[in-house]
C-alpha cells in the first residue's frame, strides 16, 4: 500500500535523509543525484501524502509542543512563528497542536507521558534540541512518536529531525557582503560550545577561507563571541568596530542590534547581517537570515506522518535582504542590494 | 456547595464586577468598598478554585485558543506572551491550552463549534475583540463557554471577560514624563476608530488636562497618529519632534520605536515611553507599559472556571522603567527615573 523512503532510498542507492532533501530541500544535491532520486520516486509511486493517510487511519491526530511558561527576550520569537506556521499547517492537514509548559527536560518527559495516558496528545515535537539531551531516549524507551525540531548534537538517532542548515545561513550572509566588495567581514557569535552557534561561525569562516584566503588565526582575530543580550553585544562588538572590520554578520538579530549600536555610538557605519529575521530586524531595517520556519513545519508534519526515524533533513534558510537601513547606516553604505 | 460571585455581591451591596476587582484588581477600589466586598468574602467563604473544581468534575478541561496562521509583527509579540503565561497557569491547574488557526472571525466559530463536537477542546478564549465582533453572539446561541481577552466595544454582554486597562496606563506614563519636569508630552497614537487605541489616547489627554490645563484643540495639535509600522512612525513623528514637544507617550513599541528613530534622525533626544514592552522595548532600551499578561491569565482561568457572565474585570498595566537608554538618548535626558 505504497512504497516509504527507505523503498526509494535502496532504489536509488542513496541514504534516507538524501531522498528526504530531494524532495524537500532540492538545492542541497548534486544535479545527477537529485535526477537520480526522483526517477526512484516516480518509478516506486512514493507519495509523503499518501504514506500520511494510510497511518493515521481518519483519528484526529493532536500534537503536543512544549513552550516556555513566560517570554520576554528576543531569540524566543523564532520558537514563537515556527508554532504560528506549525499550528496554521496542521490545521490545514485536520491534526491539532496542544500546548505545554516543563521546568526541565526530565519534567517535559513526564508531562509528555501524561498528556499521552490521558488522550490530550498522541504525538510529540522536541523543539531546542541540545548536546547530553535526554528527552529522545527516554521518548523511544517509553514508545511515543515523535519528531525534533533541532539536529541530534550526539549519536546518529531513531527518531526523524528537522533542522535548518545554519551554516548555510550564515554562508549566503558573508558571500552576499563579499560580492558586494567587502573584504573583512567580522563575525559575532555565542560563547563556544552551542551547536547551533559553532554551526552559524563555520558558515562564515568556510566563505571567508575560500574567498580571502584568510587563516584560522586571522579569522579568530575578526571574531567575537558574547551571550545573545544586545547590551552585552554592543560591548562586546566595540573592539571589533574600532578595528579595520568593514561588515559583519551575526550569529542572532540581538547580536546585530548590539553592533549596530556599537557602531552608532563609535559613529562608524557598516552593513551588519543578523539571523533569525525577528521583528527587531523589520522593525530596525537590517538583513537577516530567516529560518524558513514555513518550511520546517511542513517538514515536521511529514516526519510526524512518516515512519519513525525516516526523515532527517536540513532545511536551508534565506537572507532577506533590506536596503532600507534608517538608523546609523548611511545610504550609500547598505550592505548587499537586491540581486 | 460554596458560594457564588454574584451571592458576594448581593451580600456587599455591590456589583459582579466590583467583587471581582476586589479580589484580583484590588487598587482599583475605594478602600472601604474593598474591606466591605473582602468582609462578604469572608462571611460567605467564597472561593474561586472551589468553585472551579466544583465545575469541572474532575475532567480534564482543554482550552481552545485561535493563533495567527503566521506572524513577523512586533505587535503579535504581546498575544504569544500570553499564550506563553496561559498555558504555564493552565497547566498548574491541570489544564491543557490547543491552538489552533482561523481564516475570519466565522471561520473561528466554525473551527470552535468543531473542536467542541470533536471534544478536542471543552472551552474557549477570544482574543482581540473589536466593534461588531459576532463571535460572542454566536457562541453564546451555540452553548458553548467562553471567555473574551479584551472587552466588548459595543452593548453589555452576557459572557465574562477580561482587558487591559490601556488609559490607566498611559496616564501612569504621562505622569511619569510631567512628575520628571516635562512639560509638553505629546501623543503618537493610531488611527482613530480602534477602540484600545482610542482608549490609550484618553489616559495620555486625561492625564495633560489635569496637569497642564490643555484644552482639546491644543491636545490634537501634539497628537501625530499613523500604522503600527516603525518606519511609518520614523515619518509621523518627524513633525511633532521638529516642534516643541519634550516627550513622547505611544500607543505602541512600534511607534515608539520610530520616534526614536525620527528624534535621531533630527538631532534631538527626548525621552519616549512605549506601550506592550515587547522585545523591542528590552532590546533598543525604552520605557514602556506591561499590559500584565499574567495576570490577565490568572483572571481568564479564573473566569473560564466561574459562573458564565460573572467575571468583567480591567487588569492595571504596569510601567516598566529603564534608565539605560543607549541610543539617541542623552545620559541627562533620559525621562522618568525609577521612584
Request: charged share 20%; glycine share 12%; with cysteine.
Given at each position: 500500500m505504497g512504497s516509504t523512503?527507505?523503498?526509494?532510498a535502496a532504489h536509488?542507492?542513496?541514504?534516507?535523509q538524501t531522498v528526504s532533501n530531494a524532495l524537500n530541500n532540492p538545492a542541497l544535491l548534486k544535479q545527477t543525484t537529485l535526477e537520480r532520486v526522483?526517477?526512484?520516486?516516480?518509478?516506486?509511486?512514493?507519495?509523503?501524502n499518501l504514506q500520511a493517510k494510510r497511518l493515521r487511519h481518519g483519528t484526529v491526530s493532536?500534537?503536543?509542543v512544549r513552550i516556555e511558561p513566560a517570554t520576554d527576550n528576543i531569540a524566543s520569537s523564532l520558537l514563537d512563528r515556527f508554532l504560528h506556521e506549525l499550528t496554521g499547517r496542521a490545521d490545514a492537514r485536520g491534526q491539532h497542536v496542544v500546548v505545554f509548559t516543563a521546568e526541565s527536560d526530565d519534567d517535559e518527559v513526564r508531562r509528555v507521558r501524561s498528556l499521552a495516558s490521558q488522550r490530550v496528545a498522541d504525538r510529540f515535537l522536541l523543539t531546542s534540541t541540545h548536546a547530553d539531551d535526554t528527552r529522545a531516549p527516554a521518548l523511544l524507551d517509553a514508545g511515543l512518536p515523535f519528531v525534533a525540531f533541532g539536529r541530534p548534537w550526539g549519536p546518529a538517532p531513531a527518531h526523524s529531525w528537522v533542522d535548518v542548515d545554519g551554516a548555510a545561513g550564515t554562508r549566503e550572509a558573508t558571500e552576499a557582503l563579499l560580492d558586494a566588495g567587502h573584504r573583512r567581514v567580522g563575525f559575532v557569535g555565542w560563547?563556544?560550545?552551542?551547536?547551533?552557534?559553532?554551526?552559524?561561525?563555520?558558515?562564515?569562516?568556510?566563505?571567508?577561507?575560500?574567498?580571502?584566503?584568510?587563516?584560522?588565526?586571522?579569522?579568530?582575530?575578526?571574531?567575537?563571541?558574547?551571550?545573545?543580550?544586545?547590551?552585552d553585544a554592543v560591548d562586546a562588538t566595540a573592539p571589533l568596530i574600532a578595528g579595520d572590520v568593514d561588515?559583519?554578520?551575526c550569529a542572532s538579530d540581538a547580536l546585530a542590534a548590539g553592533a549596530i549600536g556599537a557602531a552608532m555610538e563609535a559613529g562608524r557605519s557598516l552593513p551588519v547581517i543578523g539571523f533569525d529575521n525577528t521583528a527587531l530586524a523589520l522593525g530596525i531595517g537590517f538583513s537577516s537570515v530567516d529560518q524558513s520556519v514555513g518550511?520546517?513545519?511542513?517538514?515536521v508534519l511529514d516526519a510526524l506522518d512518516g515512519e519513525p526515524g525516516a526523515v532527517t533533513m536540513l532545511v536551508t534558510p534565506q537572507l532577506v535582504r533590506r536596503q532600507?537601513?534608517?538608523?546609523?547606516?548611511?545610504?550609500?553604505?547598505r550592505g548587499p542590494s537586491p540581486s
Open positions: 523512503l527507505a523503498d526509494v536509488a542507492g542513496v541514504s534516507v526522483l526517477a526512484s520516486v516516480a518509478a516506486l509511486g512514493y507519495s509523503p493532536t500534537i503536543g560563547p563556544i560550545g552551542s551547536g547551533s552557534g559553532d554551526d552559524r561561525r563555520r558558515g562564515w569562516a568556510s566563505a571567508m577561507q575560500e574567498r580571502t584566503g584568510l587563516g584560522d588565526d586571522d579569522l579568530e582575530a575578526i571574531t567575537v563571541r558574547c551571550t545573545d543580550l544586545l547590551s561588515a559583519l554578520v518550511q520546517v513545519a511542513d517538514a532600507h537601513v534608517r538608523w546609523g547606516i548611511a545610504p550609500n553604505d
